[in-house]
T-cell receptor, first 112, second 112 residues
């Protein structure tokens, strides 16, 4: 069965520093992978998706993620953190029926 | 274009009471989903509807029922609420399986 592991339930970075949020997945079929962001008291918003085209995927707000099949990873990065990036981030993988399996989330804090 | 809308935004129930959470989408999507979000648990799928006229159980269906009223609307019913159902409930929709999902703003439910 498919699963998603997000390493680190909380990540704290300084404003201007690199953001790296880790996601590893297990899937028996070529996966579709997604990153979502959730701001406080809001629903989830799609940041980016991997659907077997380019392995480096660019998303909104300057985020990107790289699909590495050999490492079964889909880590999310942003070169320079901004205060407005503080939120919770969820990685998700599609399962056999096409539904999404979500990781438990990583809360990103950005220090001034 | 409102996307995915949910009503109500907040609700407090007493144990044993019933209620229906409403969800509607205006994107002409085929698939709709209900999730619950609990701290540290990520999102867990309760029920989904791959297309109009079909519904299927997700990971945590016990204590819930759903109705796909038409292509736009997908409701979630709690017949006899329990404190364990205190959660934030999200509705989502997608063009079809394997496509990205779009989320509503959520319903915060407390059962006392």
């Amino acid at each position: 069965a498919q699963s998603v592991t997000q390493l680190g339930s909380h990540v704290s970075v300084s404003e201007g520093a690199l953001v790296l949020l880790r996601c590893n997945y297990s899937s028996s079929v070529p996966p579709y992978l997604f990153w979502y962001v959730q701001y406080p008291n809001q629903g989830l918003q799609l940041l980016l998706k991997y659907t077997s085209a380019a392995t480096l995927v660019k998303g909104i707000n300057g985020f990107e993620a790289e699909f590495k099949k050999s490492e079964t990873s889909f880590h999310l990065t942003k070169p320079s953190a901004h205060m407005s990036d503080a939120a919770e981030y969820f990685c998700a993988v599609s399962e056999d029926q096409g539904n999404l399996i979500f990781g438990k989330g990583t809360k990103l804090s950005v220090k001034p | 274009n409102a996307g995915v809308t949910q009503t109500p935004k907040f609700q407090v129930l007493k144990t044993g009471q019933s209620m229906t959470l409403q969800c509607a989408q205006d994107m002409n999507h085929n698939s709709m989903y209900w999730y619950r979000q609990d701290p540290g648990m990520g999102l867990r799928l309760i029920y989904y509807s791959a297309s109009e006229g079909t519904t299927d159980k997700g990971e945590v269906p016990n204590g819930y029922n759903v109705s796909r009223l038409n292509k736009r609307e997908f409701s979630l019913r709690l017949e006899s609420a329990a404190p364990s159902q205190t959660s934030v409930y999200f509705c989502a929709s997608s063009r079809a399986a394997f496509y990205e999902q779009y989320f509503g703003p959520g319903t915060r439910l407390t059962v006392t």
